[in-house]
């Protein structure tokens, strides 16, 4: 018997996204930005997927109502 595996609300709204976007580019050019410590992006909305990379310290995101950590690679 296979086990069933919970979608969580992230993973829900990321499949929302991809399949509104079936066709189109998913993907803009990068860019990078730099936080100073503390410092917030308020809420805000993307058409295509936006990917992150943590250089240096910590950075949390809120979506929906799940909080992701992202960290630097060491």
Do not use: W
């Amino acid at each position: 018997m296979e086990a069933k595996q919970e979608k969580s609300p992230f993973s829900e709204v990321l499949n929302s996204i991809v399949s509104n976007l079936q066709g189109q580019r998913l993907a803009d050019v990068f860019r990078f930005i730099s936080f100073i410590p503390g410092e917030t992006y308020g809420p805000h909305r993307h058409i295509r997927i936006d990917m992150n990379y943590v250089k240096k310290g910590t950075c949390m995101m809120h979506i929906g109502r799940e909080t992701v950590n992202f960290h630097e690679v060491k």
